[in-house]
């Protein structure tokens, strides 16, 4: 019998190939989103949050990448990272 902690690390394994891959693949928005975005961290599928919670959370991100010296946002990435958010959003 395989030790309880392998079977986690197995099933942890196991999730993260597991997850779906972002909308709109290959275009500039869905390019400029997992670019921009995941230079941070994993860029998080569109339909993990409303539209709404995504214009807050990206105003967010923007304090923090002012905060740790990350090149801004231009309006135009912001524009098109928000429509493609926005686009793609969950559905309530």
């Known amino acids: 019998m395989l030790p309880a902690i392998l079977v986690l690390l197995l099933a942890v394994a196991g999730i993260g190939g597991c997850s779906k891959p972002l909308p709109e693949q290959n275009t500039a928005a869905e390019q400029l989103y997992a670019e921009r975005c995941g230079q941070c961290h994993r860029a998080y599928g569109p339909g993990s949050l ?3 919670m995504w214009e807050v959370q990206v105003q967010m991100m923007e304090a923090k990448m002012r905060q740790y010296g990350v090149p801004q946002l231009t309006d135009q990435e912001r524009e098109t990272i928000l ?10």
């Not at 429509?83 to 309530?92: F, G, I, P, W």
Request: aromatic share 8%; charged share 25%; proline share 0%.
């Open 50 to 52: 409303s539209a709404a």
């Open 83 to 92: 429509s493609y958010l926005t686009r793609n959003a969950e559905r309530q």
